[in-house]
């Protein structure tokens, strides 16, 4: 049976988003989607798995999550990150490489902070 009950993703969501002009994949949680664009906190979906293991191995981080707004003329499709049949989703992949789900990880989702001695 096919739910028909569709209801767009929520802020908080784990999502891939597709876009064009360039074409780009990208993993995050969504903080918001209107018709302007999609705003999330993420990286490019080729980092996942070696952001994946620099959280395991607890060692310096020089990957991180930055916080990006993509136009909604660039975006194709998002995706809400779920299994599907035998392929795992990405908080699955997380799992088996961390031994922790996402959301037992939040130092892991917060975006870097470097500090440039900036002080506006």
Do not use: Y
Request: proline fraction near 7%.
């Amino acid at each position: 049976m096919i739910n028909t009950m569709w209801k767009p993703p929520e802020p908080g969501s784990f999502i891939i988003a597709h876009t064009k002009d360039p074409k780009e994949k990208f993993w995050g949680i969504l903080i918001s989607l209107d018709g302007a664009g999609v705003w999330m906190r993420g990286l490019d979906l080729r980092s996942f798995e070696d952001w994946a293991r620099q959280i395991a191995s607890k060692e310096e981080r020089t990957i991180g999550l930055t916080t990006s707004f993509v136009p909604m003329m660039r975006v194709e499709r998002i995706l809400l990150d779920r299994p599907c049949g035998a392929v795992p989703s990405l908080d699955q992949i997380f799992q088996r490489i961390t031994g922790r789900w996402l959301r037992e990880c939040p130092d892991a989702l917060e975006e870097e902070s470097h500090d440039d001695g900036f002080r506006g």
